[in-house]
């Protein structure tokens, strides 16, 4: 029988929209501020006109401006930076968002540092990440903010306690480990190539795997009690052999759920863990913007 107490990234994210909504209806009514949210889709990928169209919903359904411009895969990176340019200059606009990957031709790190930093909600922009890393405000990566936020809600204070991050990528490994730093947490930060990862795992009172690798983290490397957040989001073959051959798939994290469930004291799922908090985050990110380029939120 499972110990772990399951933190519920969905329930969590639905609250957090709620309050988001309120604080867009109390920002028209009081200042006539609508926050809008640009997102900026090149090519045709599946998966990613799926993202667009979901965050477009959120957005909508948050009170805020939905803005979506769709841009052929032929778009060359001078045309994209035309359009990141009239973003930038349009007062209705107070976050923008580039739906990653984009075509070949184009290259994401110019497209990013082309973004307002002011307005950049994905906070992958270098100048956020060196407000972030020297303690100023900025806007982070949806990801590891909604992270924390599960964090804070299960643990309360997290001052002092050690917390192991498994992943290095400026999109989640780096931001989560600067934001734990923040809240005062003793970080290690280990990835693939850390040698004998197991043992460093087991030292995390928190562990964050954020690693792309398909149940990596077994029961075993869980220090006994730990809160574990999962990031992965990885999609396998189904387990049920007629399923498998059918061709149908599972989606799991980077943790082995049912071995970690009997060792953690905290665990997200997957699903239903940090993904519901990504879009959720990013609906927040937009209303900080908008507050901060108002002059209404330091």
């Given at each position: 029988?499972?110990?772990?107490?399951?933190?519920?990234?969905?329930?969590?994210?639905?609250?957090?929209?709620?309050?988001?909504?309120?604080a867009v209806a109390a920002l028209v009514r009081d200042h006539g501020l609508r926050p809008g949210l640009a997102v900026v889709l090149v090519g045709d990928d599946p998966g990613s006109q799926i993202y667009v169209n979901s965050k477009g919903v959120a957005t909508e359904a948050a009170g805020m401006l939905s803005v979506t411009r769709r841009m052929p895969a032929e778009t060359t990176q001078a045309e994209l930076?035309?359009?990141v340019a009239d973003l930038n200059a349009d007062p209705a606009i107070h976050g923008i968002l580039?739906?990653?990957?984009?075509?070949a031709h184009i290259d994401p790190v110019v497209i990013q540092a082309a973004i307002n930093p002011d307005k950049d909600v994905d906070g992958l922009n270098t100048v956020n990440a060196g407000r972030l890393?020297?303690?100023?405000?900025?806007?982070t990566p949806c990801t590891p903010v909604g992270c924390m936020m599960l964090l804070e809600d299960a643990l309360g204070e997290l001052q002092g306690r050690h917390a192991v991050v498994i992943g290095r990528s400026n999109l989640v490994g780096?931001?989560?480990a600067q934001l734990l730093l923040r809240a005062d947490c003793t970080v290690t930060i280990a990835h693939s190539r850390t040698r004998d990862?197991?043992?460093v795992a087991r030292l995390g009172d928190i562990l964050v795997a954020a690693v792309g690798r398909p149940e990596m983290v077994r029961g075993d490397w869980i220090k006994p009690g730990a809160a574990v957040i999962d990031v992965g989001m990885n999609r396998i073959p189904s387990r049920r052999p007629k399923a498998a051959a059918a061709g149908k798939t599972i989606v799991v994290g980077d943790v082995a759920f049912d071995e970690a469930c009997e060792v953690a004291g905290w665990i997200t799922p997957v699903p239903r863990g940090v993904g519901?908090?990504?879009?959720?985050?990013l609906l927040q990110n937009t209303l900080t913007a908008a507050r901060r380029l108002n002059g209404l939120e330091g």
């Amino acid at each position: 029988m499972s110990q772990a107490r399951i933190i519920d990234g969905q329930a969590f994210a639905e609250g957090l929209r709620g309050r988001i909504a309120d604080a867009v209806a109390a920002l028209v009514r009081d200042h006539g501020l609508r926050p809008g949210l640009a997102v900026v889709l090149v090519g045709d990928d599946p998966g990613s006109q799926i993202y667009v169209n979901s965050k477009g919903v959120a957005t909508e359904a948050a009170g805020m401006l939905s803005v979506t411009r769709r841009m052929p895969a032929e778009t060359t990176q001078a045309e994209l930076l035309e359009v990141v340019a009239d973003l930038n200059a349009d007062p209705a606009i107070h976050g923008i968002l580039v739906q990653f990957p984009v075509p070949a031709h184009i290259d994401p790190v110019v497209i990013q540092a082309a973004i307002n930093p002011d307005k950049d909600v994905d906070g992958l922009n270098t100048v956020n990440a060196g407000r972030l890393a020297t303690g100023q405000a900025a806007l982070t990566p949806c990801t590891p903010v909604g992270c924390m936020m599960l964090l804070e809600d299960a643990l309360g204070e997290l001052q002092g306690r050690h917390a192991v991050v498994i992943g290095r990528s400026n999109l989640v490994g780096k931001p989560i480990a600067q934001l734990l730093l923040r809240a005062d947490c003793t970080v290690t930060i280990a990835h693939s190539r850390t040698r004998d990862l197991p043992s460093v795992a087991r030292l995390g009172d928190i562990l964050v795997a954020a690693v792309g690798r398909p149940e990596m983290v077994r029961g075993d490397w869980i220090k006994p009690g730990a809160a574990v957040i999962d990031v992965g989001m990885n999609r396998i073959p189904s387990r049920r052999p007629k399923a498998a051959a059918a061709g149908k798939t599972i989606v799991v994290g980077d943790v082995a759920f049912d071995e970690a469930c009997e060792v953690a004291g905290w665990i997200t799922p997957v699903p239903r863990g940090v993904g519901p908090m990504t879009v959720a985050c990013l609906l927040q990110n937009t209303l900080t913007a908008a507050r901060r380029l108002n002059g209404l939120e330091g």
